[in-house]
Protein backbone atom coordinates (compact mmCIF):
# COMPACT_ATOMS: atom_id res chain seq x y z
CA UNK A 1 0.00 0.00 0.00
CA UNK A 2 1.03 3.40 -1.02
CA UNK A 3 2.67 5.31 2.20
CA UNK A 4 4.08 9.19 2.64
CA UNK A 5 7.71 8.35 4.02
CA UNK A 6 9.43 11.55 5.94
CA UNK A 7 13.16 11.96 6.36
CA UNK A 8 15.19 12.01 8.65
CA UNK A 9 13.65 10.45 11.68
CA UNK A 10 14.85 12.53 14.18
CA UNK A 11 17.05 15.71 13.66
CA UNK A 12 19.05 17.39 16.37
CA UNK A 13 20.05 21.39 15.59
CA UNK A 14 21.30 24.06 17.43
CA UNK A 15 19.76 27.19 18.07
CA UNK A 16 19.56 29.35 15.03
CA UNK A 17 20.76 26.95 12.60
CA UNK A 18 19.09 25.72 9.50
CA UNK A 19 16.91 23.03 9.19
CA UNK A 20 15.36 20.87 5.83
CA UNK A 21 12.83 18.66 6.74
CA UNK A 22 11.70 16.12 3.64
CA UNK A 23 8.47 14.09 2.43
CA UNK A 24 7.69 11.99 -0.23
CA UNK A 25 3.80 11.96 -0.74
CA UNK A 26 2.01 9.63 -2.19
CA UNK A 27 2.72 9.25 -6.05
CA UNK A 28 -0.82 10.15 -7.30
CA UNK A 29 -1.38 12.96 -4.60
CA UNK A 30 -1.79 16.62 -5.71
CA UNK A 31 -2.39 18.37 -2.17
CA UNK A 32 0.36 18.23 -0.10
CA UNK A 33 0.36 19.44 3.91
CA UNK A 34 2.93 19.95 6.56
CA UNK A 35 1.66 19.83 10.29
CA UNK A 36 3.46 20.63 13.69
CA UNK A 37 2.61 18.88 17.02
CA UNK A 38 4.47 19.90 20.06
CA UNK A 39 5.13 17.36 22.47
CA UNK A 40 1.50 16.71 24.42
CA UNK A 41 -0.20 19.29 22.66
CA UNK A 42 -2.75 19.06 19.18
CA UNK A 43 -1.41 18.57 15.47
CA UNK A 44 -1.25 21.70 14.38
CA UNK A 45 -1.56 23.02 10.57
CA UNK A 46 1.49 24.72 9.18
CA UNK A 47 0.81 24.86 5.36
CA UNK A 48 -0.92 23.78 2.32
CA UNK A 49 0.56 23.50 -0.97
CA UNK A 50 -0.78 22.86 -4.69
CA UNK A 51 0.31 23.42 -8.36
CA UNK A 52 3.04 24.27 -6.89
CA UNK A 53 2.11 27.17 -4.51
CA UNK A 54 1.11 27.51 -0.98
CA UNK A 55 -2.46 27.82 -0.92
CA UNK A 56 -3.25 28.20 2.54
CA UNK A 57 -0.75 28.89 5.40
CA UNK A 58 -1.17 29.39 9.18
CA UNK A 59 -0.19 32.14 11.58
CA UNK A 60 2.56 29.61 12.51
CA UNK A 61 3.95 29.52 9.25
CA UNK A 62 6.12 33.08 9.05
CA UNK A 63 9.13 34.49 7.20
CA UNK A 64 11.49 31.51 8.79
CA UNK A 65 9.39 28.67 7.17
CA UNK A 66 9.60 27.99 3.49
CA UNK A 67 8.07 24.85 1.23
CA UNK A 68 9.12 23.58 -1.81
CA UNK A 69 8.79 20.65 -4.34
CA UNK A 70 11.70 20.77 -6.44
CA UNK A 71 11.04 17.60 -8.19
CA UNK A 72 8.34 15.43 -9.23
CA UNK A 73 8.24 13.36 -5.62
CA UNK A 74 10.20 15.52 -3.27
CA UNK A 75 8.45 17.95 -0.75
CA UNK A 76 10.55 19.94 1.84
CA UNK A 77 10.13 22.62 4.69
CA UNK A 78 12.92 24.24 5.63
CA UNK A 79 12.90 26.33 8.71
CA UNK A 80 15.86 28.95 8.70
CA UNK A 81 16.84 30.05 11.83
CA UNK A 82 15.50 27.47 14.55
CA UNK A 83 14.51 28.35 17.34
CA UNK A 84 13.97 26.19 20.94
CA UNK A 85 10.24 26.42 20.43
CA UNK A 86 10.22 24.94 17.33
CA UNK A 87 10.95 21.60 19.05
CA UNK A 88 8.44 19.44 17.59
CA UNK A 89 7.08 16.25 15.41
CA UNK A 90 6.52 17.80 12.10
CA UNK A 91 4.32 15.73 9.77
CA UNK A 92 3.99 16.02 6.02
CA UNK A 93 0.96 14.63 4.55
CA UNK A 94 -0.58 14.35 1.05
CA UNK A 95 -4.33 14.12 -0.38
CA UNK A 96 -5.64 12.94 -3.65
CA UNK A 97 -7.02 15.37 -6.16
CA UNK A 98 -10.26 16.86 -5.72
CA UNK A 99 -12.34 15.15 -8.49
CA UNK A 100 -12.33 12.22 -6.37
CA UNK A 101 -14.10 14.24 -3.46
CA UNK A 102 -11.63 12.52 -1.53
CA UNK A 103 -10.56 15.24 1.89
CA UNK A 104 -8.83 12.02 3.77
CA UNK A 105 -5.03 13.26 3.90
CA UNK A 106 -2.55 10.44 4.19
CA UNK A 107 0.26 11.32 7.10
CA UNK A 108 3.97 10.47 7.29
CA UNK A 109 5.51 8.97 10.19
CA UNK A 110 7.13 12.55 10.94
CA UNK A 111 10.28 14.29 12.10
CA UNK A 112 10.97 14.57 15.48
CA UNK A 113 12.60 18.03 15.42
CA UNK A 114 14.98 19.02 18.62
CA UNK A 115 16.44 22.14 18.78
CA UNK A 116 19.08 22.84 21.56
CA UNK B 1 -12.17 31.75 17.38
CA UNK B 2 -12.47 27.89 16.62
CA UNK B 3 -12.55 24.93 19.06
CA UNK B 4 -12.51 21.43 19.26
CA UNK B 5 -12.99 19.45 22.59
CA UNK B 6 -12.46 16.13 23.20
CA UNK B 7 -12.88 14.06 26.60
CA UNK B 8 -9.64 15.42 28.20
CA UNK B 9 -9.00 12.60 30.36
CA UNK B 10 -8.42 8.92 28.49
CA UNK B 11 -10.95 6.47 28.44
CA UNK B 12 -10.80 3.36 30.34
CA UNK B 13 -12.78 0.13 29.41
CA UNK B 14 -12.87 -3.32 29.57
CA UNK B 15 -12.30 -5.80 25.90
CA UNK B 16 -15.81 -6.68 24.27
CA UNK B 17 -17.06 -2.72 25.37
CA UNK B 18 -18.02 -0.19 22.97
CA UNK B 19 -15.84 2.89 23.53
CA UNK B 20 -17.81 5.78 22.71
CA UNK B 21 -15.75 9.07 22.42
CA UNK B 22 -16.74 12.66 22.15
CA UNK B 23 -16.32 15.42 19.78
CA UNK B 24 -17.92 18.75 20.42
CA UNK B 25 -16.87 22.33 18.46
CA UNK B 26 -18.03 25.59 18.21
CA UNK B 27 -17.40 28.98 16.32
CA UNK B 28 -16.93 26.39 13.21
CA UNK B 29 -18.67 24.92 10.19
CA UNK B 30 -17.15 22.51 8.83
CA UNK B 31 -18.06 20.60 5.39
CA UNK B 32 -16.50 17.24 6.84
CA UNK B 33 -15.57 15.71 9.98
CA UNK B 34 -12.47 13.20 10.05
CA UNK B 35 -11.34 10.82 12.88
CA UNK B 36 -7.59 9.48 13.16
CA UNK B 37 -5.66 7.53 15.29
CA UNK B 38 -2.86 8.00 16.58
CA UNK B 39 0.03 6.02 18.41
CA UNK B 40 2.89 7.37 20.56
CA UNK B 41 5.61 9.01 18.40
CA UNK B 42 3.79 8.00 15.28
CA UNK B 43 1.98 10.12 12.68
CA UNK B 44 -1.97 10.07 12.14
CA UNK B 45 -3.91 7.62 10.70
CA UNK B 46 -6.98 8.01 8.64
CA UNK B 47 -10.18 6.31 10.24
CA UNK B 48 -13.87 7.67 9.06
CA UNK B 49 -14.73 10.69 7.46
CA UNK B 50 -18.31 12.06 7.47
CA UNK B 51 -20.16 14.92 5.37
CA UNK B 52 -21.85 17.98 7.03
CA UNK B 53 -25.14 16.44 5.28
CA UNK B 54 -24.31 12.37 6.66
CA UNK B 55 -25.66 11.48 9.80
CA UNK B 56 -23.77 8.26 10.92
CA UNK B 57 -20.74 6.55 8.61
CA UNK B 58 -19.97 2.74 9.61
CA UNK B 59 -16.80 0.81 8.65
CA UNK B 60 -16.45 -2.52 10.36
CA UNK B 61 -16.54 -1.96 14.24
CA UNK B 62 -16.50 1.97 13.76
CA UNK B 63 -19.52 3.85 13.29
CA UNK B 64 -19.14 7.58 13.70
CA UNK B 65 -22.15 10.18 13.92
CA UNK B 66 -22.12 14.13 13.39
CA UNK B 67 -25.05 16.20 14.44
CA UNK B 68 -24.48 19.87 13.28
CA UNK B 69 -27.10 20.91 15.25
CA UNK B 70 -25.70 20.00 18.33
CA UNK B 71 -21.79 20.52 16.81
CA UNK B 72 -21.01 17.38 18.06
CA UNK B 73 -19.52 13.81 16.74
CA UNK B 74 -19.53 10.60 18.55
CA UNK B 75 -17.09 7.92 17.58
CA UNK B 76 -18.00 4.25 18.50
CA UNK B 77 -15.99 1.43 18.60
CA UNK B 78 -17.49 -2.11 19.00
CA UNK B 79 -16.26 -4.83 20.42
CA UNK B 80 -13.31 -2.89 21.86
CA UNK B 81 -10.25 -5.22 21.38
CA UNK B 82 -6.37 -3.97 23.62
CA UNK B 83 -5.27 -3.36 19.58
CA UNK B 84 -7.64 -0.89 19.55
CA UNK B 85 -5.65 1.23 22.64
CA UNK B 86 -4.74 4.50 21.00
CA UNK B 87 -5.29 8.32 20.71
CA UNK B 88 -7.96 9.06 18.39
CA UNK B 89 -8.18 12.35 16.61
CA UNK B 90 -10.79 14.54 15.62
CA UNK B 91 -10.53 16.86 12.98
CA UNK B 92 -12.46 19.10 11.15
CA UNK B 93 -12.57 20.39 7.49
CA UNK B 94 -13.85 22.63 4.84
CA UNK B 95 -13.73 22.15 1.27
CA UNK B 96 -11.17 23.61 -0.90
CA UNK B 97 -7.97 23.16 0.18
CA UNK B 98 -9.27 20.46 3.37
CA UNK B 99 -6.60 22.02 5.57
CA UNK B 100 -7.59 20.29 9.25
CA UNK B 101 -8.10 22.13 12.74
CA UNK B 102 -7.13 18.51 15.10
CA UNK B 103 -8.80 18.41 18.62
CA UNK B 104 -5.99 17.21 21.11
CA UNK B 105 -7.37 13.70 21.01
CA UNK B 106 -8.72 11.07 23.61
CA UNK B 107 -6.54 8.73 24.66
CA UNK B 108 -8.37 4.97 24.66
CA UNK B 109 -6.69 2.39 26.72
CA UNK B 110 -8.67 -1.37 26.37
CA UNK B 111 -7.87 -3.96 28.88
CA UNK B 112 -7.97 -7.59 28.50
Known amino acids: EPEVTQTPSHQVTQMGQEVILRCVPISNHLYFYWYRQILGQKVEFLVS????????KSEIFDDQFSVERPDGSNFTLKIRSTKLEDSAMYFC??????????????FGPGTRLTVT | SQKIEQNSEALNIQEGKTATLTCNYT??????LQWYRQDPGRGPVFLLL?????KEKRKERLKVTFDTTLKQSLFHITASQPADSATYLCALGSSGYSTLTFGKGTMLLVSP
Open chain 1, 93 to 106: ASRAQARTSSYEQY
Open chain 2, 50 to 54: IRENE
Open chain 2, 27 to 32: NYSPAY
Open chain 1, 49 to 56: FYNNEISE
